[in-house]
């Protein structure tokens, strides 16, 4: 991230920049090893800062896919606004200009005693810090008939890849007229405006190519964030078009029936063209496999650090995190793998230590050209994190502000994915 | 010849203290400025969102300021500017004037 400058170079002698150069070999000490499980936005970011930020540590990423797709901006894909290739990032700059090394191979296990960890092949890595960034995993079970068989039927699509290829496929061969039925899991989801936004700009493609289609909201809540400027945008934007059904009117979603494409609520059926069935979530796999989760399903961590509160020595960033009022975010992970990666460094090599400050933004389309944006900045209160000052795009807004938002929000994504893998 | 070895040497010396001293930045500015990266390129460019590296000193504090004190309407800035302390603008704003923006 940093280039050099002509002035600092100046002010360096030939022997500070020797012993700069490998300060640990000078003094007959190896490299502190770190691991980071997870190459999404929080475990890319935690390896580049970690490798970036600190000549002393020797950094690891395993990661099994070669290509990162991405969750944010997948509604775009959905909506036939963006390819999967301009959402897909490799590895290639972390590993060679970062001097990250990558491994494609998934994780197995942990030994937190040994301080290793176990790959798939058997191979072992040791480690002096250990960071998991294993995002979520679904609670398949909680929708009767629905599993990951069902899921190539009715995808949930809320990993990005072939979910959403699958997802887009039946949106496109779909008949005109049909009904698009999504159902949105309780809290705490991955992405809480997602699934409103996914309805908005599935909705402005059938405006365009099945204008006689209509899409069905299930929700397993009674309300949604930013609920006034969602509803405001359906109404201007796809007049008719979209229905949001809440728990407390059908009961909740138990069921599914995969053979005949329907969603069963307490009290109805419902047949859908499409359906979009997204389960409830929790921590990724090898989170709570290695004991970091707690009983709710989620990695409690100190909000500093974080690092475990179950297990020292493992830290844990992104969605599979307890984050108080941060919500389960793209961002909200990187901001925390930063946090996180000055603190490993800080206890690895005595750097010093700032107190971090964490941050949500996202900006979410209704229509390609109409976007509302919001943004929190968060502090460590009591153990837990705390939302500070809260801002969200205003009913009134002119369009100007709205298009001026949807344009910023496509630099924003060229930036951030620059941040994690560029 | 001689004069040829000494340049090549002086460029090797020049790119090895630049990976080393960059790779050892865990300055205050540094640590704080690592938040912008999330959203402002380091190419320049007009992406919808500006560049900041490399701006006057002065120019990013006032520009900061404004934004937490809202003279200049931008609820993200405005949240980001509010978390911020006067010695960690000062710090920040420091940090991101010294940079050179990347080759795009």
Known sequence: ?422 | MKMKTAISLLAGLVLVGSQAAAAADTSQGAQLSAMCASCHGLSGGDTGIPAIVGLDEQKIIAAIIAYRASERPNHIMHAIALSFSNEEIASVARYLAAQKTEPQ
Not at chain 1, 50 to 56: C, M, Q
Not at chain 1, 225 to 246: C, T, V
């Open chain 1, 1 to 422: 991230m940093k280039t050099w400058t002509r002035r600092e170079f100046g002010g360096l002698t030939g022997a500070a920049m020797l012993t700069a150069l490998t300060p640990r070999k000078v003094l007959g000490q190896s490299k502190a090893r770190v691991v980071v499980i997870g190459g999404g936005a929080g475990g890319a970011t935690v390896a580049r800062y970690l490798a970036a930020g600190n000549s002393g540590v020797d950094v690891t990423l395993v990661e099994p896919k070669r290509r990162y797709i991405t969750c944010f901006f997948s509604n775009l894909y959905l909506a036939g606004l963006r390819s999967i290739e301009s959402l897909s990032h490799g590895y290639e700059t972390l590993a060679q200009r970062h001097g990250i090394t990558v491994i494609h191979e998934k994780a197995a296990a942990i030994d937190p005693v040994a301080k290793t960890v176990g790959l798939e092949s058997g191979a072992k890595l040791p480690y002096d810090r250990l960071v998991l960034a294993p995002g979520i995993a679904f609670k398949f079970g909680g929708i009767d008939g629905y599993n990951e068989a069902a899921a190539q039927v009715m995808p949930h699509a809320w990993n990005a890849g072939p979910q959403s290829e699958l997802l887009r496929r039946q949106l496109e061969s779909m008949e005109d007229g049909g009904v698009f039925v999504l159902v949105v899991p309780p809290d705490p989801f991955r992405c809480p405006p997602a699934p409103y936004e996914r309805a908005s700009l599935i909705a402005y493609y059938f405006k365009q190519f099945k204008p006689k289609s209509k899409i069905l909201i299930l929700d397993a809540k009674d309300s949604f964030k930013a609920q006034d400027l969602f509803e405001d945008a359906w109404a201007r934007h796809y007049p008719g078009m979209i229905e949001w059904l809440p728990a407390q009117f059908t009961g909740g979603v138990m069921g599914v029936d995969v053979k005949a494409r329907s969603v069963l609520t307490a009290g109805d059926t419902f047949k859908a063209a499409v359906a979009n069935v997204i389960p409830a979530q929790t921590a990724g796999e090898l989170a709570r496999q290695a004991g970091l989760a707690d009983k709710s399903g989620w990695c409690p961590v100190d909000p500093v650090t974080f690092e475990s509160t179950l297990q020292p020595g493992i830290h844990l960033v992104g969605d599979a995190i307890i984050g108080g009022d941060m919500p389960k975010s793209a961002f909200s992970a990187n901001s925390q793998a930063k946090a996180c990666a000055f603190a490993i460094a800080a206890a690895l090599t005595g750097s010093e230590h700032f107190a971090p400050h964490l941050f949500n933004s996202c900006y979410t389309f209704f229509a390609p050209d109409d976007a509302f944006s919001n943004a929190i900045n968060f502090k460590p209160v009591a153990g837990k994190l705390k939302a500070v000052d809260t801002f969200l795009s205003k009913l009134d807004e002119s369009p100007e502000i709205r298009r001026r938002a949807a344009h910023q929000a496509v630099g924003w994504y060229a930036a951030f994915t620059n941040d994690l893998f560029g």
